[in-house]
């Protein structure tokens, strides 16, 4: 039995985006085009997608968005 994937449309900086909602990751993740204006700091961890491949992580940050009317 495969898991079910449960995708919602957030809002980012006003622009509607479709996102993954995965209870089993430890950490969240979204593509830099999505916040050019993100303040970073250091990351002090590496990321690895489910078939072991490292993920470049830029760095960390606080992203308000809205997910049907919920902040």
């Known amino acids: ?39 970073l700091t250091p990351s002090q961890y590496s990321l690895f997608a489910a078939n072991r491949a490292s993920l470049d992580v830029l760095g960390d940050t606080v992203i308000p968005f809205v997910i049907d009317d919920f902040f």
Do not use: F, H, Q, W
């Open 1 to 39: 039995m495969s898991p079910t994937k449960i995708y919602v449309t957030a809002e980012v900086n006003g622009e509607p985006v479709r996102c993954l909602l995965d209870s089993g990751c430890e950490r969240s993740v979204i593509v830099a085009d999505l916040v050019p204006k993100a303040e």
